[in-house]
């Protein structure tokens, strides 16, 4: 499968990825980048920087990991891992919002949606434009890249 | 159960938890949000000077499309925010100046004549009377600040010390018509203009300079002129200072000639009986930002209106959180755009008397010295009308235990030489025997990412007074450093032993406060006067300054005046400028054979303290004073 | 190799799931007294009218035919004859090679009301109890729920949501005592309250009142009797065994299993309820997964044990309650609070021992493992409330990230 690889090293704290992914996945009428609300909740990333106590920037991106421990998680059957493409996929439909699955990534990165506290909001590896995610596209600084890699 | 902040740390802890359990939401609140920060924007070299950008530097894009590469980038940024910070200094003392012309011409009160007479002699200008005198300087200045890019300023080499301006000259980089400086800086740094970095940061030295001399000391001199000097004395700092009994006005800003009419009127027999009829026992001025510092360096002369200072920049959100201020009056800076969701929910009345620091809830009551009646009494109705409608509605939430009675205020160039027996001989002859180590300015703002609200700021002056260094505060750290204790005299127990044993003596605390931002360029005038008693120029005195917690460009072109001087500055947290090698060696290196001074970049409290220390140590060598092994 | 899993739960499709994926050619048979796989979290979407039956599936339509499952729906299992390997069921039996039992829990029934015969008492674990409570909801005025615990909550929330005004009585004092600390109870408490609930807490029931065979009112200690023509029964469950009766499958309460999941009985296997083990739908997932690993041949053992989490999402406020929630002796707590979220950290020494989070739960999932792991946080060099995965982070070569210790 396909995966976002993150070499922590390279990253700048610039937010471009993260900006790229509230564009990717924007509610509003589509448009060039300039037009998109930073603000509205409804845009929001799905990817994030953090910091560690030394000040370096930690990008968190969905593994969309080979045990993906959101899926387990899940009771409602909205988070599925994909068994052709390895990604794990979330169906807001379908979702419960028992927010099991926020609690049982190992590592922090999905979380509920922030203006209706409903659904889950994570990677798709922006699978609407076949090409490589929007973040990876965007990245200046070379922290993120895809590469196949064997699950 | 303990509860912890939801918000940044604070040197102040009452403080802290205070605004950790607000209801409101305060900058400190905001500070974790903001926690990754471009590391592009943050080493400057992010350019966004036309269509092209914005282009940053990477080791793949070593240059923009342009070809600027990260030099020219960082540089020409750097320039652009020092120009806007001199641009806000020489706002100041222009409205200064003109205050104080339009007062002498109504023959209104100068309550600082004896400045009056000094300032006429450093300048050489007289006048058939006090009145005459203090048009003819003003017009001066005025006519400094207004002069083409071409002419150089008049007063510079009557202001500056002698070996500075001569150095100055050499250097090129004395400076022409004030405001002409900053529109060059502006029009230099434009898209595809000035490439060349060492000269772009040489503009800044001049910036520098006329900020310095012109922003900072001549605006002290006017405001004390206007307003009276400052004498020595003790008065309360913290929210402690905000009695509910009164109709309370905070006031934030830099421009105390502003509010000196409204000052006097809200002491008047008849406003005090409007506000008894509102029910309240009278008006009172709550000190916030360098404003407040300056109505409290002058507290002397109107102890009547005013109470006390409450907090700096970033205080200025808890002040309002305590339900017990009816109106902000805001003249310019460090009025942060934070207080207008505050004043919204707690209705509080907000009044801008500066068009140029306009806010957006506020209403604009331009100041305009002819109708300077009109403008008070209406003002005044307004904060009635505020009174009458929130008092009632809004449920108090006042910190009455925070701050202390017992800070010693008032210092300035003249009354601390005045304290010390109107020579400079006693601090000498201390600073000589090693009783005094050296001095360090611990000056500028506050910001919150230093560790926290004045964290940097007052772990710094801890440990300077523990190296037996004398600090001298000017700026919103004054305000952190005073709520925290460190300028009651019982602060000299924190001193080292010789630095205590002189505090002690004299009944003074270990950290000297001068007040506002402004009143840096009082502790220049010290330093001045001191190495001139010494025969020697500034940059060889066993003085450090230090902005730790710098926030704003105005801090940036103060910080370019101490470096003119040839001073070491020593900064918390770089300006934006380690994206390029060359503005790092200027800055850090090669500034020490251009005017002697240098830049110190360190978030560390103790390793800041040890690398001024040794500065210290080096500069007494080369005097051949003592010197602990 | 013929596979025959008991319960069609959360163990038992994750077990089902798992076998296919392991072994594309083995014959898989669930067998399940329901007659539609449904979620047990859901239930109280049910009964709200927010979702339909299909509406609470957590399998998708193609699930049985994608996966060449067999399903035997609808039928109760009346026992296991290990000698012969066959599952007996009405009207015939069901041979295994491997079997797993996967029959979740039942809810259990206040000793008082346990000799009852009462048609308006309900318990809330199956579709067929929700399709009951709603159904008999309608025309009950002054029903009571006992148990303010998830379930019970579950069930005002979702009888307020169709305009009952259900009463909550619980013998702690505050609700949600085993998830939640008082702040965060109250929380939601006020929220039930607007939604019509009222609830008696701190109060023990002392009988339950039959009239005509119906309950018909509920007394309280210190006498107090409140009216009630529907009792939903909200204090707990226990394992679905009562078709093991007189087997020689060994059972402490529940299924007894060891590591592997595997029951003192050759080629039978337990997993999720009905083992007693932990009462949450992941880890029920886990040990499905676990123990038709084991059916297939390739050892695994059952180690994510750690069974002290939970989520709740009451009226759009979530929140996430890790370890202890109130402090014992030792341990210091750290709270946080602000207008959309309140935080609440027990530690003890360098380790996180408790967590309650509620309203804004983004990015929380490291709190997990901080707790069960027992992780050191002493180095992180930073407030409890920054922590985050940055402070532990790692990445493999393959891209996955890694907790660095």
């Known amino acids: 499968m396909k995966r976002i690889m993150v070499d922590a090293q390279n990253c700048k704290g610039c937010k471009n990825c993260s900006i790229a992914c509230m564009q990717s996945h924007r509610k509003d009428n589509p448009g060039g980048f300039h037009s998109l609300d930073l603000a509205d909740p409804a845009n929001e990333s799905r990817n994030l920087i953090l ?32 068994s052709k493409t390895g990604y794990v996929r979330h169906n807001a439909a379908k979702c419960a919002s028992c927010f099991m699955c926020v609690m049982s990534c190992p590592y922090g990165v999905i979380k509920p949606d922030r203006a209706t506290n409903s659904y889950i909001v994570k990677c798709d590896f922006c699978q609407q434009d076949g090409d490589d995610p929007c973040c990876v596209k965007a990245c200046r600084s070379g922290a993120i890249y895809v590469k196949e890699v064997q699950q | ?242 009695n509910p009994d009164y109709i309370n006005i905070m006031i934030t800003g830099h421009q105390h000639s502003i509010f000196a009419h409204l000052q006097d009127m809200l002491t008047q027999p008849d406003v005090v009986e409007k506000a008894k009829a509102a029910g309240a026992k009278g008006f009172k001025l709550v000190g916030c930002t360098c404003v407040g510092q300056d109505l409290q360096l002058r507290g002397a002369h109107y102890t009547e209106v005013f109470d006390g200072h409450a907090g700096n920049n970033y205080i200025s959100e808890a002040v309002l959180a305590t339900g017990g201020i009816d109106a902000v009056l805001s003249e310019f800076n460090c009025t942060l755009p934070g207080i207008e969701t505050v004043c919204d929910q707690l209705q509080i009345k907000q009044i801008c008397l500066d068009s140029i620091a306009k806010k957006a809830n506020a209403q604009l009551m331009q100041f305009d010295f002819a109708q300077r009646d009109k403008i008070s009494n209406d003002i005044i109705d307004a904060i009635i009308d505020a009174y009458k409608t929130r008092r009632g509605n809004i449920k108090m939430n006042l910190l009455p235990d925070h701050g202390n009675d017992q ?57 300077l007074i523990a190296k037996d260094i004398l600090v001298l505060s000017a700026g919103c750290s004054s305000g952190g450093i005073e709520n925290c204790g460190l300028m009651m005299p019982e602060a000299a127990e924190l001193a080292g032993p010789k ?101 110190l970049i360190n978030a560390d409290a103790a390793e800041s303290a040890k690398m001024l220390d040794e500065i210290i140590i080096q500069k007494r060598k080369a005097l051949n004073l003592p010197t602990e092994a | 190799m013929k596979h025959v899993i008991i319960g069609a739960g959360a163990a038992g499709i994750a077990a089902a799931e798992t076998i296919r994926r392991l072994r594309s050619n083995d014959e898989i048979v669930i067998i399940s007294a329901d007659d539609a796989v449904h979620s047990r979290c859901m239930l109280h979407n049910f009964i709200s009218g927010e979702r339909d039956e299909k509406g609470i599936s957590h399998i998708s339509d193609e699930f049985f035919v994608k996966n060449n499952i067999r399903w035997v729906s609808g039928k109760a299992v009346e026992g296991i004859d290990t000698a012969n390997k066959l599952v007996r069921i009405t009207g015939g039996a069901e041979p295994y090679d491997k079997l797993l039992i996967a029959t979740g829990a039942e809810s259990i029934c206040l000793p008082h009301a346990q000799s009852l015969n009462a048609e308006n008492i309900f318990g809330l674990r199956h579709l067929r109890d929700a399709k009951a409570i709603r159904e008999y909801a309608k025309q009950a005025k002054n029903i009571i729920i006992i148990g303010a615990g998830l379930v019970g909550m579950d069930a005002a929330y979702a009888l307020s949501q169709i305009g009952k005004k259900p009463v909550i009585i619980d013998r702690a004092e505050q609700i949600l005592a085993l998830n939640l600390d008082p702040y965060a109870a109250n929380m939601y408490m006020q929220k039930f309250e607007k939604a019509g609930c009222s609830f008696v807490l701190g109060r023990e029931i002392n009988q339950v009142n039959e009239n005509a065979g119906k309950v018909d009112s509920i007394t309280l200690n210190f006498g107090q009797k409140l009216p009630c023509d529907m009792l939903v029964m909200a204090i707990g469950s226990s394992p679905s065994i009562g078709f093991l009766a007189g087997s020689d499958i060994a059972c402490n309460g529940g299924i007894t299993v060891d590591k592997y999941l595997a029951t003192n009985i050759n080629d039978i296997y337990a997993a999720g309820d009905v083992t007693g083990l932990s009462g949450i739908w992941p880890n029920a997932v886990k040990q499905g997964e676990t123990a038709a690993s084991n059916m297939c041949g390739q050892p695994a053992t059952y180690d994510d044990t750690f069974a002290e989490k939970n989520t709740m999402n009451y009226f759009g406020i979530p929140s996430i309650s890790l370890g202890k929630v109130m402090p014992g002796s030792g341990d210091t707590v750290q709270v946080r609070k602000d207008k959309d979220k309140y935080q609440k950290i027990i530690l003890n020494g360098g380790q996180v021992v408790g967590v309650v989070l509620q309203g804004n739960i983004a990015h929380s999932g490291f709190w997990l493992q901080l707790v069960k792991n027992e992780i050191d946080i002493s180095k992180a060099n930073k407030s409890v409330f920054n922590l985050s995965f940055a402070d532990f982070y790692g990445v493999k070569e393959d891209g996955e990230y890694m907790w660095v210790l």
């Open chain 2, 407 to 463: 800070t010693l205020t008032g210092v300035s160039e003249t009354s601390l030489k005045s304290f010390l027996g109107d020579t400079w001989q006693p601090l000498i002859e201390l600073i000589a025997a090693g009783q005094i180590k050296g001095l360090a300015g611990v000056v500028g703002c506050s910001n919150l990412t230093a560790g926290g609200h004045d964290v940097l700021t007052v772990e710094l002056t801890k440990e």
């Open chain 2, 499 to 599: 630095l205590k044993a002189v505090c002690k003596q004299l009944g003074i605390p270990p950290v000297l406060n001068f007040g506002p931002c402004l009143a840096i360029g009082r502790l220049e005038i010290v330093a001045a006067e001191v190495a001139e008693a010494l025969g020697v120029d500034i940059p060889q005195l066993p003085l450090v300054v230090s902005a730790p917690q710098w926030l704003e460009e105005q801090a940036l072109a103060d910080g370019a005046f101490a470096l003119a001087l040839g001073l070491p500055l020593h900064l918390g947290l770089p300006p934006f400028i380690t994206g390029s090698n060359v503005a790092v060696q200027v800055l850090c290196e090669d500034m020490k054979s251009l005017t002697g001074g240098q830049v």
């Open chain 1, 51 to 82: 910091l560690n106590g030394n000040d370096e920037y930690k990008p968190l991106f969905c593994r969309h990991c080979a045990q993906p421990e959101c899926v387990k998680a899940c009771m409602s059957g909205a988070m599925e891992k994909d």
């Open chain 2, 1 to 242: 159960m303990k509860f912890s902040c939801s918000s940044c740390t604070s040197a102040d802890k009452k403080m802290e938890c205070f605004v950790a359990d607000l209801s409101v939401e305060t900058s400190f609140h905001r500070v974790e949000s903001q926690e990754v920060k471009c590391g592009f924007g943050a080493q400057g070299v992010c350019c966004r000077l036309c269509s092209n950008g914005p282009c940053r530097i990477t080791p793949n894009s070593p240059r923009g499309i342009c070809g600027a590469n990260s030099d020219q980038i960082v540089v020409r940024n750097f320039l652009r925010a020092v120009a806007a910070g001199s641009g806000c200094y020489i706002h100041v003392v222009e409205n200064t100046a003109r205050n104080l012309k339009n007062t002498a011409q109504a023959k209104g009160q100068l309550k600082g004549l004896a400045a009056l007479e000094r300032l006429a002699n450093i300048l050489g200008i007289g006048g058939d009377d006090a009145y005459q005198k203090a048009i003819n300087i003003a017009d001066a200045i005025l006519a400094d600040l207004y002069k083409p890019a071409f002419e150089p300023m008049e007063l510079v080499e009557k202001l500056a010390y002698a070996p500075r301006y001569k150095r100055w000259e050499e250097l090129g980089i004395l400076p022409h018509g004030a405001k002409s400086e900053v529109f060059n800086g502006v029009v230099k740094t434009s898209t595809n203009l000035n490439s060349d970095p060492v000269e772009m940061l040489l503009h800044c030295l001049r910036l520098g300079i006329s900020t310095g001399l012109y922003g900072l000391q001549l605006t002290n001199f006017l405001n004390d002129i206007l307003l009276g000097e400052p004498e020595i004395r003790m008065a309360p700092v913290g929210l402690r200072v905000i």
